[in-house]
Nanobody, 126 residues
Protein backbone atom coordinates (compact mmCIF):
# COMPACT_ATOMS: atom_id res chain seq x y z
CA UNK A 1 0.00 0.00 0.00
CA UNK A 2 1.40 3.37 -1.01
CA UNK A 3 1.27 6.13 1.59
CA UNK A 4 2.45 9.72 1.37
CA UNK A 5 2.97 11.97 4.36
CA UNK A 6 3.58 15.69 4.01
CA UNK A 7 5.20 17.75 6.73
CA UNK A 8 6.88 21.11 7.20
CA UNK A 9 3.95 23.45 6.80
CA UNK A 10 3.26 26.29 9.18
CA UNK A 11 2.84 30.01 9.64
CA UNK A 12 5.52 32.31 8.22
CA UNK A 13 5.82 35.99 7.47
CA UNK A 14 6.03 37.24 3.92
CA UNK A 15 9.58 36.92 2.65
CA UNK A 16 10.25 33.89 4.81
CA UNK A 17 11.00 30.28 3.90
CA UNK A 18 9.63 26.83 4.55
CA UNK A 19 10.69 23.38 3.42
CA UNK A 20 7.98 20.82 2.86
CA UNK A 21 8.73 17.12 2.94
CA UNK A 22 6.85 14.26 1.32
CA UNK A 23 7.78 10.90 2.80
CA UNK A 24 6.86 7.88 0.72
CA UNK A 25 6.05 4.48 2.16
CA UNK A 26 5.34 1.39 0.11
CA UNK A 27 7.20 2.31 -3.05
CA UNK A 28 10.71 3.29 -4.01
CA UNK A 29 11.06 7.01 -4.61
CA UNK A 30 13.08 6.42 -7.77
CA UNK A 31 10.20 4.74 -9.64
CA UNK A 32 7.71 7.54 -10.04
CA UNK A 33 7.23 11.22 -10.70
CA UNK A 34 6.27 13.53 -7.85
CA UNK A 35 4.21 16.66 -7.90
CA UNK A 36 3.31 19.37 -5.43
CA UNK A 37 -0.07 21.05 -5.65
CA UNK A 38 -1.84 23.59 -3.48
CA UNK A 39 -5.40 24.54 -2.80
CA UNK A 40 -6.90 27.63 -1.24
CA UNK A 41 -10.50 27.98 0.01
CA UNK A 42 -12.89 28.36 -2.88
CA UNK A 43 -10.25 27.60 -5.47
CA UNK A 44 -9.34 24.53 -7.46
CA UNK A 45 -6.22 22.56 -6.69
CA UNK A 46 -3.37 24.03 -8.70
CA UNK A 47 0.00 22.78 -9.85
CA UNK A 48 3.07 24.09 -8.06
CA UNK A 49 6.06 21.95 -9.03
CA UNK A 50 6.99 18.47 -10.21
CA UNK A 51 9.98 16.23 -10.70
CA UNK A 52 10.17 13.49 -13.28
CA UNK A 53 10.40 9.76 -12.76
CA UNK A 54 14.08 9.90 -13.60
CA UNK A 55 14.62 12.70 -11.12
CA UNK A 56 16.58 14.87 -13.54
CA UNK A 57 13.81 17.06 -14.91
CA UNK A 58 11.62 19.55 -13.09
CA UNK A 59 8.73 21.86 -13.86
CA UNK A 60 7.33 24.87 -11.99
CA UNK A 61 4.26 27.03 -12.12
CA UNK A 62 5.09 30.52 -13.35
CA UNK A 63 3.97 31.96 -10.02
CA UNK A 64 6.71 30.12 -8.10
CA UNK A 65 9.60 30.02 -10.58
CA UNK A 66 12.80 31.29 -9.05
CA UNK A 67 11.39 30.98 -5.51
CA UNK A 68 10.53 27.29 -5.08
CA UNK A 69 12.74 24.26 -5.66
CA UNK A 70 11.65 20.64 -5.82
CA UNK A 71 14.18 17.93 -5.02
CA UNK A 72 14.44 14.26 -4.16
CA UNK A 73 16.46 12.15 -1.75
CA UNK A 74 16.24 8.57 -2.95
CA UNK A 75 18.05 7.24 0.10
CA UNK A 76 15.34 8.67 2.36
CA UNK A 77 12.45 7.97 -0.02
CA UNK A 78 11.49 11.59 0.40
CA UNK A 79 10.78 14.51 -1.90
CA UNK A 80 11.07 18.13 -0.85
CA UNK A 81 9.71 21.52 -1.78
CA UNK A 82 11.92 24.38 -0.68
CA UNK A 83 9.90 27.58 -0.64
CA UNK A 84 11.70 30.91 -0.41
CA UNK A 85 10.51 34.52 -0.61
CA UNK A 86 7.04 33.43 0.37
CA UNK A 87 4.10 35.66 -0.42
CA UNK A 88 0.60 35.83 1.12
CA UNK A 89 -0.79 34.40 -2.13
CA UNK A 90 1.22 31.22 -1.51
CA UNK A 91 -1.12 30.43 1.37
CA UNK A 92 -2.98 27.15 1.05
CA UNK A 93 -2.96 23.46 1.75
CA UNK A 94 -0.03 21.84 -0.02
CA UNK A 95 -0.34 18.29 -1.29
CA UNK A 96 2.27 15.96 -2.66
CA UNK A 97 1.32 13.28 -5.15
CA UNK A 98 3.02 10.56 -7.11
CA UNK A 99 2.43 9.24 -10.59
CA UNK A 100 3.36 5.75 -11.70
CA UNK A 101 3.52 6.80 -15.36
CA UNK A 102 7.01 6.10 -16.64
CA UNK A 103 8.06 9.26 -18.41
CA UNK A 104 10.98 11.64 -18.30
CA UNK A 105 8.60 14.60 -18.56
CA UNK A 106 7.47 16.18 -15.29
CA UNK A 107 3.69 16.05 -15.09
CA UNK A 108 1.58 19.06 -14.21
CA UNK A 109 -2.03 17.89 -14.24
CA UNK A 110 -3.98 16.64 -11.23
CA UNK A 111 -5.38 13.73 -13.24
CA UNK A 112 -1.89 12.44 -14.03
CA UNK A 113 -1.26 11.54 -10.40
CA UNK A 114 -2.26 8.29 -8.74
CA UNK A 115 -1.61 8.70 -5.02
CA UNK A 116 -2.01 11.75 -2.79
CA UNK A 117 -0.99 12.79 0.68
CA UNK A 118 -3.30 14.39 3.23
CA UNK A 119 -1.84 17.86 2.81
CA UNK A 120 -0.05 20.35 5.02
CA UNK A 121 -1.19 23.91 5.71
CA UNK A 122 1.03 26.81 4.70
CA UNK A 123 0.01 30.27 5.86
CA UNK A 124 1.96 33.36 4.83
CA UNK A 125 1.13 36.53 6.71
CA UNK A 126 1.64 39.99 5.23
Amino acid sequence: QVRLAESGGGLVQAGGSLRLSCALDGRSSSTHGTGWFRQSPGKEREFVASISWSGDSTSYADSVKGRFTISRDNAKNTDYLQMNSLKPEDTGVYYCAISVIVTTTPMTLVDEYDFWGQGTQVTVSS
